[in-house]
C-alpha cells in the first residue's frame, strides 16, 4: 500500500494528517482500503510511509486488522516504483497487489486475476474510461501502449486508477542508476523486454481519487446508497470547523492556528460563494504572493472557483479582469472571469485545475511544449490585434529596473558592491538589442507555473503584466525557465519550432535575439526570486542555482563574459 505522499493539493487538511489517514464518513480511508484488501484473501500488508509516520504508527496500534500489517518507512520518499526496492525480499515469491493508500474503490478483483493469468506480463492494472485525468492508452487487447497519451480524455483513454496485480518479475526492470522514480519506469522496461501490462476495464465498479477538496467532497456524495444515507453538511475550511464531521475513530486533522502561518481571519471567499449563489461550499486558503495578493480556492458540488484578494497598491492587478474578459472573447485560452468587486479587491476565477505546465509529466518534453509553444504563437498573434488596456511598453528604463533588481537582491545581499562595471555596459548591449526588436504584446511572465493544461488546451494565467515588447522575452521565459529544466537540444529545437511559426524576417530576429532575451529574463528572475525570499516566501531560494546556470550558458552564448562572471559568483555563494 502507497502511503507515503504529502496530500499537497488537500491542505491545510494534511498538515497534521496524512491524506490516507483522512476520514471518509467517519472511516479513515486507508481502513477502508485494508478491509478490501482483507476481504480479498490479502493476509500480509506492507506500508509506505514518509509524511507524519508516527501519526500511521498511532493509527495501527489503535486499530487491529486481520491482516498482518508492517510499515516500510521511507526517510527520502522513493516514489511509487522506488518504494518496491526495500521490499524486495518480502515480495519476490509470486505475484503481490501494489494498491494506493488514498483511494475509495469497491471492486471485484477477478477481472484483474484473469488478465494477470492469461499471458505473460509485468502485471494487469486496473483502469477507469469515465473518470480521472485519462492519461492512458491500450490496445485492443488491452496492452497498455501509452501512459501519458497526447490526446487526454479522447475516446481510447482511461485511468490509471492505483490497483495493481505484479509479478516478482518487475524486481528485474528496477532502474539500477535510481533510488528514487515511478513505478511506470520499470513498468516501460519490461514492455521493452517482451513483459506487458495489461489493462483491465472492471465494471461494475467504483472508483475515486481523493486528490483535491472538490474530489473529497464528491467522494462523500458518490458513497450516498453505499452503506451511507446522505451527503456531509459542507462548510467553509477554517480554523474551528470540520467539514466533513469526522468519526470518533479518525484523529483530528484540521491543524491548529498556531501552526498554521497560512490560514488567515478574513475569508473573502465566503462573499464569492454568496455572489455564485453556492450555498454550500468548501475554501481553503492557498497563499499569499509578493503581488499583494491571496489566493483561495473554493469548491462547491458542481464546480470549483480560485479568489483572488487583492490588498492594493499594484496598479497592474487592476487590469487582470478586463484582460481576461478581452482575451476570453478573442478565443484565447484564459480563466473566464465570475465575478469582480474592485471596491473590495475580490475576484473571481474559473478554476482552470491543478495540472500546471511545471506539474505535467514530460517526459517527451518536445511534444507537450510543443503544444505550448502553439498556443503561445496564437496569444502573441491574437493579443497584438486587439485594443488592450496594457502595461507601458518595454523600455530602457524598464530593463534597467529588472537588472537593478538582480543587483539589489542578489548581488548587495552577498556583500557585493553592485553590478562590476563591465557586466552593466554588457547589459546596456542586452537593453539596446531588445529595444531594436520588433514589439508584439508579450505575456511578460510566462513561465511554467503560469501555463495549465484545462479541456485539452494550455491556458494562461497571471497576464496581468502583459505590454508590448520582444517576443523573445517570452521565449525566454517559457524555454529557459528554471522551474522546468529543459535541456539545451529541447530548448533549440523548440526555439526552432516557434520561429517556424513566424514571417522569415521575424523568425531570424527571434533567432538572433533569444539568448540576449534570456540573459535578461533570468537576470530578473533572479532578482525576483531573491526579493521574494526577502519577503519570507523561502521556496524561491531553491530556484536560484538552475537560474544562475542557465545565465551563465546564456551569457556565454552572447560573448557577455562579464554577466557569465557575475553568475558564477551566485553559483559560488549559494
Known sequence: MLAAGFGTRLRPLTLRTPKPLLPLWGVPLLA?????LEAWGVSEIFVNTHWLPEAFREFFTRHAFDARVTLSHEPEILGTGGALRPLQKQLEDGPFWLVNADI????????????????????????????????????CEGRVTSWRSNTPGANNTATLTGVHVVSPDIFRFLPA???????????????????????????PSFWSDIGTHQSYYQTHANLVGRGVSS????????????????????????????????????DPSREACR??????????FLGARGSNRSFWRVASPDANAIVIHDSGGRAENLRYAPLARNL???????????????????????????????????????????????????????????????????????????QNLFEEHQLRRRGKSGLPPRAREEYARVTARLLASPRAVIHRDLQSTNLFLCQNRWHFIDFQGMRRGAIAYDLASLLCDPYAALDASDRATLLRHYASLCEPAAASRLLDDFHFAAVQRLTQAMGAYGRLAALGHAEFERHLVPAARL???????????????????????R
Open 32 to 36: 477502508r482500503v485494508l478491509r478490501q
Open 104 to 139: 475509495a474503490f469497491d471492486l471485484d478483483p477477478a477481472p484483474l486475476l484473469r488478465a494477470f493469468h492469461a499471458r505473460p506480463c509485468v502485471a494487469s492494472v486496473w483502469l477507469k474510461p469515465d473518470a480521472g485525468p485519462r492519461t492512458v492508452e491500450t490496445d
Open 177 to 203: 542508476d535510481k533510488n528514487v522514480f515511478s513505478i511506470l519506469d520499470p513498468y516501460q522496461a519490461a514492455d521493452g523486454a517482451g513483459l506487458p501490462v495489461m489493462g483491465v476495464q472492471a465494471e
Open 231 to 266: 451527503a456531509p453538511p459542507l462548510e467553509s475550511i477554517d480554523r474551528y470547523r470540520n467539514p466533513m464531521a469526522a468519526g470518533k475513530d479518525c484523529p483530528p486533522y484540521l491543524p491548529d492556528v498556531k501552526n498554521v502561518s497560512t490560514l488567515e481571519p478574513a
Open 275 to 284: 455572489e455564485l449563489h453556492w450555498p454550500r461550499a468548501v475554501s481553503v
Open 328 to 402: 476570453h472573447d478573442a478565443g484565447i485560452p484564459v480563466p473566464r472571469v465570475l465575478f469582480e468587486n474592485r471596491g473590495t479587491g475580490l475576484l473571481v476565477l474559473e478554476d482552470l485545475g491543478d495540472l500546471s505546465l511545471k506539474e505535467a509529466e514530460t517526459s517527451n518534453p518536445q511534444t507537450v511544449y510543443t503544444q505550448v509553444l502553439d498556443e503561445v504563437h496564437a496569444f502573441h498573434q491574437t493579443a497584438t490585434r486587439l485594443d488592450l488596456d496594457l502595461e507601458p511598453p518595454f523600455d530602457e528604463a524598464l530593463y534597467t529596473w529588472e
Open 551 to 573: 545565465l551563465v550558458e546564456s551569457a556565454r552564448c552572447c560573448g557577455l563574459g562579464a554577466v557569465s562572471e557575475m553568475a558564477d559568483v551566485v553559483l559560488d555563494n
